[in-house]
C-alpha cells in the first residue's frame, strides 16, 4: 500500500516535461540515541543507514567507476563505509525485523521468547550485535546494534504489541467505504457467521 501511494505521488508531481538537469535535495532522517532507545528509535535508525549507505555508495563508488570511464588516472580508494552489515543483520531474513514477524504470529510468544531467538541467531555470529552494558542507572536494555553513527542500546518491551498493531474496526470500516476501489477493496467487509470470506481472486476485479 506504501509503495502504491509513492508511485502514484510521484505520477502526480511529474512533469512529464523532459529534463537533461536536476537538482536533487535529500534531507537524512536525524539518527537518534538516546538512554531509552526502543521500537522507534529503531526503525529510524534503519531508515538513516539505508540512506547513508545509498550516499556513500553514490558518492565514493559509482563517482571513482565514473572516472575509470571516463579515462581519469585515479587510484581507487576504499573510505571504509560499506554499512551493509548493520543493514543485513536488521532486513534479511531471520534479521531483527524477520523474527519480530516470525514471534507476532506466535499466540505464546513474549518479549523474552523474541530476545531469546535473536541471542540464539545473531549473539556472537556477528559483529553489529552485541549484549548491551549499560551504565549504572542507565534504562535497562536487552541488545546493542554497531551502527555507522554509534552504538545503541535497545529496549524490546512492547515490540510484538508495538509490531502488531491492529487497525480499529471503524477504521478498517470507513476504508471499506471509500470511492476508492483499491482501498475498498482492501478491507473488504467481514462475511456474516457461518459463511466464508471474499476469495483474494475477486479483489483481483
Known amino acids: 500500500m506504501f ?9 502526480m508531481l511529474d512533469t512529464k516535461n ?13 539518527f537518534e540515541i538516546f ?4 521500537m522507534e528509535q529503531l526503525c529510524i535508525n534503519f531508515t538513516n543507514e539505508k540512506l547513508q549507505q545509498f ?3 553514490t558518492m565514493f563508488v559509482l563517482e571513482q567507476e565514473e572516472y575509470k570511464k571516463e579515462g581519469i588516472v585515479w587510484a581507487f580508494i576504499d573510505f571504509g563505509m560499506d554499512l551493509a552489515a548493520c543493514i543485513e543483520l536488521i532486513e534479511k531474513p531471520l534479521g531483527i525485523f524477520s523474527i519480530l514477524e516470525e514471534e507476532c504470529m506466535f499466540p505464546k510468544s513474549s518479549d ?3 530476545k531469546d531467538k535473536l541471542y540464539s541467531q545473531h549473539l556472537g555470529k556477528t559483529k553489529s550485535f552485541e549484549k548491551p552494558k549499560p551504565a549504572k542507572g542507565k534504562a535497562e ?3 546493542s546494534l554497531v551502527h555507522y553513527a554509534g552504538t545503541v542500546d535497545y529496549n524490546i518491551t512492547g515490540w510484538l504489541e508495538k509490531n502488531k498493531d491492529p487497525l480499529n474496526d471503524s477504521v478498517c470500516q470507513l476504508y471499506g467505504k471509500s ?3 483499491i482501498l475498498a477493496a ?5 462475511p456474516p457467521e457461518g459463511k466464508t470470506s471474499i476469495k483474494s481472486k475477486d479483489l483481483m476485479h
Open 3 to 11: 509503495l502504491w501511494m509513492v508511485i502514484r505521488i510521484n505520477e
Open 18 to 30: 523532459p529534463r537533461q538537469f536536476y537538482i536533487g535535495v535529500l534531507d537524512i532522517a536525524g
Open 35 to 38: 538512554d531509552y532507545n526502543s
Open 55 to 57: 550516499f556513500n555508495h
Open 112 to 114: 523474552t521468547t523474541f
Open 141 to 143: 536494555a536487552h541488545f
Open 179 to 181: 470511492g476508492v476501489k
Open 186 to 190: 482492501l478491507y473488504p467487509p467481514p
